[in-house]
């Protein structure tokens, strides 16, 4: 059954970039929006924004300015990247797949931002 | 941006009882409303999507109901998994895809 496995640093300091890296295993990327949500400790969910293999994307507002979504169709992943990251940039990232509502997730990384 | 808000924040319910949780949406939204189980270290699971169709494996217990501005989920009967944090979502109008801040559902 299809899987997604992410990866990436837990630890940054403020200004610094964050990324993360989502791979899909036994399924393939077509046909599917992959994106990104996130939960801040003890918090809700925020949606961050998707991809889709033809590389469109669509981010949410209140983080466009900073977040880039990519896709590596060649080793099947797709990955986020937030930059200037500040401490309300703490919680657990997830990857997940699809375009309205959210049927497969990763396993989540906390990532936590301190000076 | 639509804004979901659940009621209520927490809702304490006997196991074997009905839990009936609630969302309302800022602006209509059709039917375009998900449901979404958390539990503690886990990453949200997908419950209900089409404000009433049960995701595959999902019990019967649960169920999902309204449109427009005003949706329920219910959960008929409680069994002691079905103790986490519910989430509803609406994709109706996207970007940004926007989540109520949940429904603690606690044994009581």
């Known amino acids: 059954q299809v899987q997604l496995q992410q990866w990436g640093a837990g630890l940054l300091k403020p200004s610094e970039t964050l990324s993360l890296t989502c791979a899909v295993s036994?399924?393939?990327?077509?046909?599917?929006?992959w994106g990104w949500i996130r939960q801040p400790p003890g918090k809700g969910l925020e949606w961050i924004g998707e991809?889709?293999?033809?590389?469109?994307?669509n981010y949410n507002p209140s983080l466009k300015s900073r977040v880039t979504i990519s896709m590596d169709p060649s080793n099947n992943q797709f990955s986020l990247k937030l930059n200037s990251v500040t401490a309300a940039d703490t919680s657990v990232y997830y990857c997940?797949?699809?375009?309205?509502?959210?049927?497969?997730w990763g396993q989540g990384t906390l990532v936590t931002v301190s000076s | 941006e639509i804004v979901m808000t659940q009621s209520p924040a927490t809702l304490s319910v006997s196991p074997g009882e009905r839990a009936t949780l609630s969302c309302r949406a800022s602006?209509?939204?059709?039917?375009?409303l998900a449901w979404y189980q958390q539990k503690p270290g886990q990453a949200p699971r997908l419950l209900i999507y089409?404000?009433?169709a049960r995701t595959t494996g999902i019990p019967a217990r649960f169920s999902g109901s309204g449109s427009g501005t005003e949706f329920t989920l219910t959960i008929s009967s409680l069994q002691s998994e079905d103790f986490a944090i519910y989430y509803c979502?609406?994709?109706?109008?996207?970007?940004?895809?926007?989540f109520g801040q949940g429904t603690r559902l606690e044994i009581k």
């Open positions: 997940a797949r699809g375009q309205q509502y959210q049927i497969l």
């Open positions: 036994a399924g393939s990327l077509s046909g599917y929006y």
């Open positions: 979502q609406q994709y109706e109008n996207r970007p940004p895809i926007t």
């Open positions: 991809i889709n293999l033809s590389g469109s994307t």
């Open positions: 602006q209509s939204i059709g039917s375009n």
């Open positions: 089409g404000a009433s």
